[in-house]
């Protein structure tokens, strides 16, 4: 239903005048109840509960009849012509008797009225049509009642608790209503179409009187609205289901409420007590959020996904309205984004966020960097002597605990009872963390906060660790075995025999197998005489060794291909 202004109404056509009043008489008082043929007689055979207002002289009133002989036979009916009867009452344009009968109806009452000659056609009748000095008898339901000095009626039925703003000029609104003709006969109904009705208010995009009837209006506020005729369609109606003169009543509920001048609205819920750090275009955050548009309706919820959404800021990624929102926010915050249209799905709307909608978006930020960010080391603890740091190569003892930025745990050492052990910058952990292990010495404490791109990226350990989520590492180093220079996997700790073919070739046959190869490193690491590479495998580091060693591949060693490191620099053996 277009609630628009229609233009003015005909006159009645000339056989609805069969009841105005033609013999000039003076209308006597009219009686209640059965009396003589000579007195007017009303029998009210239906009264609704409710009657907020009952016809008075200057009223205009629509109301259908039958017109019958008191032998029965029926003269006329506004039914047969599927129209009322519409008519000033007192004012001379009815018949004396109807005139009367009428004042004191409620809308939706039924009246029976008899009225004698004189208060109708008295003598003279009408010819072909009302014998004279007919008796009338009439059927008489009043469908709408209104007076040219009437405004828009409104009563509110339910207001919430909190109405932060309420409908003024030029607001844009969407809302769902019922509408009514005053005997409660639906006309139209934006739930039966089951969509709001969209529109500017107080622009003339309206009938007036919902112009005037929607302003002060709260988001999930209802009220009935009540409009006469000479506010809303007039006496034309609207050409199709409002007819002319016809009051109207609407149940409107307020879905929605914007201005085109709005912007953003941001409701800070809890913030934390330490925020070292707001986010700032560029920056990519991890965030939960319920989205619901202005009357509580839910349309979605990362939490329903169990997995946080995940965006840059400030780069379109998401709708303006967001991307403005989510500027400055400390990491662990909660607040409120309310979102207009033109900054968020516009006109058109998304999946089941119908157009022209207000959003709202309850947020957590779980946590966010900036791709440019490095590790951060935070020292809690360092023991008196802390000479001896770390440094790649060397073999680490460690208890850690993992966890989001938002404190979710993710692992722990302790809780499994033993330590992680690596040898570092042996590429054994993420970036980050063999960064934010180094230079740090036996007994000290850290924490390592390590982003994203240096730690699980975007795809994160499925199951374990989020996609593109910021760890913190809470470390305790316990043990710590020096590493060989770069590029060595077996050092000598001493002087190197200038006859160490032979001594490692024990039958002097003049090869070095495998077996005697091995037993002789091993024999140099436990004198302490040699030492190879520590937290990698013994076995492999000989065996790589011996490989290295034996340049034809053909499992043995002799003295032509037995070179030390220094003597060959293609090759980590000795």
Known sequence: MAFRV????????????????????????AGLGLGSDAELQIERRFVPDECPRTVRSGDFVRYHYVGTFPDGQKFDSSYD?????????GKGQLIAGMDQALVGMCVNERRFVKIPPKLAYGSEGVSGVIPPNSVLHFDVLLMDIWNSEDEVQIHTYFKPP????????????????????????LFDSSHNRMKTY????????LIPGMDKGLLGMCVGEKRIITIPP???????????????????????????????????????????????????????????????????????????????FDTYIGQGYVI????????????????????????????????NIPGSAVLVFDIHVIDFHNPSDSISITSHYKPPDCSVLSKKGDYLKYHYNASLLDGTLLDSTWNLGKTYNIV?????????????????????????????????????????????????????????????????MFIWNGEVSPNLFE?????????????????????????????????????????????????????????????LKDQETKHDEL
């Open 198 to 205: 969209d529109t500017y208010v107080g622009i003339g995009w």
């Open 503 to 563: 001594e490692i070739d024990k039958d002097g046959n003049g090869e070095v197998l495998l077996e005697e190869f091995s037993e002789y490193i091993h024999a140099q690491v436990a004198t302490g005489k040699g030492k190879l590479a520590p937290g990698f495998d013994a076995e492999m580091i000989v065996k790589n060794m011996f490989t290295n060693q034996d340049r034809n591949g053909d499992g043995k060693v002799v003295a032509e291909e037995f070179k």
């Open 162 to 185: 909190s109405c932060s703003r309420t409908i003024q000029v030029s607001d844009f609104v969407r809302y769902h209503y019922n509408g009514t003709f005053l005997d409660g006969t």
């Open 81 to 89: 012509r599927g129209s009322t009867f519409n008519v000033f009452v």
């Open 424 to 488: 570092l910058g042996s590429g054994q952990v993420v970036l980050g963390m063999d960064m934010g292990l180094r230079e740090m010495c036996v007994g000290e404490k850290r924490t390592v906060v390590i982003p994203p791109h240096l730690g699980y990226g975007e795809a994160g350990v499925d199951g374990e660790v989020p996609g593109s989520a910021v760890l913190v590492f809470d470390i305790e180093l316990l043990e710590l075995v020096a590493g060989l220079p770069e590029g060595y």
């Open 320 to 351: 303006p309205g967001m991307d403005e929102g989510l500027l400055g926010v400390c990491i662990g915050e909660r607040r409120r984004i309310v979102v207009p249209p033109h900054l968020g799905y516009g006109e058109e709307g998304r999946g």
């Open 6 to 29: 229609r233009g003015s109404r005909p006159l009645p056509p000339p056989l609805l005048l069969l009841l105005l009043w033609v013999t000039g008489q003076a209308a006597p008082v």
């Open 230 to 308: 000479f506010l809303a369609y007039g006496e034309d109606g609207d050409g199709k289901d409002i007819p002319g003169q016809a009051s109207l009543v609407f149940d409107v509920a307020l879905l929605d409420l914007h201005n085109p001048k709005d912007s953003i609205s941001i409701e800070n819920k809890v913030i934390p007590a330490n925020c070292e750090r707001r986010s700032q275009s560029g920056d990519f955050l991890r965030y939960h959020y319920n989205g619901t548009l202005l009357d509580g309706t839910f349309f979605d919820s990362s939490y329903s996904r169990n997995r946080t």
